[in-house]
């Protein structure tokens, strides 16, 4: 006779699948899994102390999502193919650029305020912040723009879009501090200035865009998940 155990097991609630699929989510930002690597479901449902059902939800959520790859009899993780990353910090240098315009006419002007109080905090974080904490302001500053645009669809695909270079914007991230700041205050100001053109530019400037600095970033970010792995 099944007990109550079993039956959670056999029929896995929504809750049991969300929390895994956030846990992967987050691990997969983490750098948790090499590129290219074969996820072994047996071993990760057993991490993760959950049934294969619930596993295999979250799996296809992310495989939709493009954090994932689904190879008919298993899933991996995406490599760094520079074909495709550039194709994805085009896209995302577009939706920025859509975003920003949107925001120059639709944000109001309590909105722009908030923003700058919150680039002010960021200015005055430690020297000695780590590029994750860099990562989780500059992704604020963008989503609060996003928001401004008043676009849920354009924001949900800059979060995606953000979600698949993860690794790569964190490595270009480093030592590039001061010159971000310096950006994400030129983007203010004109929006406060309601200046469409000038705004898209800005941001179009901001956003890592130059193949051979792609290139850069793709070949350090190799570099940084396999010394990670193996140190």
């Known amino acids: 006779m099944a007990t109550a155990q079993d039956s959670k097991r ?5 809750s049991t699948s969300q929390r895994a699929y956030s846990q992967l989510r987050e691990q997969l930002l983490r750098f948790k899994f090499l590129p290219n690597q074969k996820i072994n479901e047996v071993l990760l449902a057993s991490d993760l102390e959950i049934s294969r059902t619930p596993l295999r939800e979250a799996l296809n959520r992310l495989a939709a999502e ?3 790859i689904d190879r008919g009899r298993g899933f991996s993780v995406p490599g760094l193919e520079p074909a495709v990353i550039f194709d994805l910090f085009e896209a995302r240098q577009e939706i920025e650029c859509a975003i920003v315009r949107l925001a120059c ?5 309590a909105e722009l305020d908030s923003l700058s109080d919150f680039l002010e905090a960021s200015m005055a974080e430690s020297p000695d912040a780590s590029v994750d904490r860099l990562m989780e302001l500059d992704i604020g500053f963008h989503d609060a723009i996003a928001q401004m645009a008043r676009n849920a669809v354009l924001r949900q695909t800059l ?3 953000n979600d698949r270079v993860h ?9 590039r501090r001061d010159r971000t700041q310096a950006q994400h205050l030129e ?7 309601r200046d469409e053109t000038a705004a898209m530019a800005a941001m179009r400037n901001h956003i890592l865009h130059r193949n051979e600095d792609i290139m850069a970033a793709i070949k350090s970010a190799y570099g940084h998940v396999y010394t990670r792995d193996t140190s």
């Open 187 to 193: 983007i203010l100001g004109h929006l406060r200035a």
């Open 159 to 161: 979060t995606n879009l």
């Open 105 to 109: 006419t639709r944000a109001e002007d």
């Open 167 to 175: 690794l790569v914007r964190w490595i270009a991230m480093e030592g």
């Open 10 to 14: 056999i029929r896995p609630t929504p």
């Open 66 to 68: 493009g954090l994932l």
